[in-house]
């Protein structure tokens, strides 16, 4: 037991040195690993990031434009657009929504003007509903006053 404890061997210099330099890579590694996938969810996740810039009431009472934006990382595909003069009571507009551009694709980075012609006369000063939608499944609600 006396010759265990007066023993000095240890770990030769040399050895600790690559024991630390394996130690101080692995941690890098693992560090790396895990920053590339918190940062590379982040912008998978981020898509079309749907705003409406302006939206204009005009001509005899019955012409709407709405100019979209889309500040996100990934196109979007307008599918539906409602207008109503509340949330309970949204109307699809099936005709007189022109895109321009003529696509209804709104691209990451860019802005689409929506055109529409409805039926129903707006009231200036009245409060108006709308919700975009589009193919993704993205819905965008606003409201805005004629």
């Known amino acids: 037991m006396k010759n265990i404890l007066k023993s000095k061997k240890g770990i030769s210099p040399i050895l600790a040195t690559l024991l630390l330099i394996v130690i101080a890579v692995s941690a890098v590694i693992v560090t790396y690993a895990w920053v590339m996938t918190f940062t590379g969810n982040t912008t998978s996740q981020a898509g079309a990031i749907l705003t409406v810039e302006n939206t204009r009431y005009y001509g005899d009472g019955d012409n709407i434009e709405i100019i979209l934006r889309n500040s996100g990382t990934a196109d979007a595909t307008v599918d539906t657009v409602y207008i109503g003069t509340s949330t309970s009571n949204l109307v699809k507009q ?53």
């Open 94 to 146: 099936t005709s007189g929504v022109v895109f321009n551009p003529a696509s209804k694709i709104v691209v990451s980075g860019s802005t689409i003007n929506i055109s529409i012609t409805s039926t129903d006369i707006w009231t200036d000063g009245e409060t108006y509903y709308f919700n975009i939608g589009t193919e993704e499944g993205i819905n965008l609600p606003f409201n805005r006053e004629a």
